[in-house]
């Protein structure tokens, strides 16, 4: 792995499901001197949630490594629209969607670009400021029963998060944006059921602080938090040095 990078993922289902609906995978690719991360999170309420993410994430990297165009922009905008076009006309399971988040870096460059789809997130971390980066393409809305609105045993209104933008949905909107990276701050890319735990960017930021390798900092994050993840959650980190 390049000295000027360092990376690493962890991803776990929830307890009480069969399968993890989420997938990583990430790469540094030495001849061309770039890093690719990608994560996804399968729409659970879709079918094959874990077939999904994996299917989004292994066309994107396939085509971005077998692609021929010179512009790395434009390199990125065809893998991402070809993750998509597997999903949505996947030839044994229709209807399938997953949110996605993808980071791609030339090494040395202080530009990185990336793509965010859905409510995965993508946060950069500077010192002791986290930034989300991305913007959650979701929405809140209250549970129905006939025309009345659910409600649980308390009165309280029951509500549900649902994604306006998806990989695999017909009229999935993919952008290619860019920003900066100085040495020293961190890329986090992160599912929803690992974020929603509060401050848990910022324990990830202080575990890599105290820790020698970021495996080993994700690791103790994980320990301290299982119990308290709802959902299939996914992280990956990468440093640049």
């Known amino acids: 792995m390049s000295k000027s990078i360092q990376i690493a993922g962890i991803t776990e289902k929830f307890h009480e499901k ?10 540094v690719i030495p001849e061309e001197n770039l ?41 990125i905008l065809h893998a991402m629209q070809e993750a998509h076009y597997a999903v949505l006309n996947h030839e044994e399971h229709h209807g399938m969607l997953c949110a996605f988040a993808a980071v791609v870096w030339r090494i040395g460059e202080n530009d990185f670009y990336f793509i965010n789809i859905g409510d995965t997130r993508i946060y950069k971390v500077s010192g002791e400021t986290s930034e ?3 913007e959650d393409e979701a929405d809140t ?9 659910a409600t649980d045993s308390s009165g309280q209104p029951l509500i549900r998060r649902v994604i306006t933008n998806a ?14 990276w100085q040495e020293g701050e961190l890329i986090i890319l992160a599912s929803d059921g690992f974020y929603n735990i509060y ?17 080993t900092a994700l690791s103790k994050v994980w320990v301290n938090n299982m119990e308290g993840f709802e959902d299939d959650n996914s992280i990956i980190v990468l440093k640049r040095i």
């Open 35 to 75: 890093v690719v991360a990608l994560l996804a999170d399968g729409v659970s309420n879709s079918p094959c949630d874990f077939l999904s993410s994996r299917t989004a994430c292994e066309t994107f990297m396939q085509d971005f490594l077998t692609a021929s165009m010179s512009d790395l922009e434009e390199r």
């Open 18 to 27: 069969d399968r993890n609906g989420d997938h990583i995978l990430y790469r």
């Open 141 to 149: 809305v209250f549970l129905r029963r006939g025309s009345n609105i």
């Open 132 to 134: 989300q980066i991305t």
């Open 167 to 180: 990989v695999g949905s017909k009229m999935c909107r993919i952008a290619v944006r860019k920003g900066l």
């Open 199 to 215: 401050d848990i960017i910022d324990e990830v930021r202080i575990a890599i602080l105290n820790n020698k390798t970021l495996s």
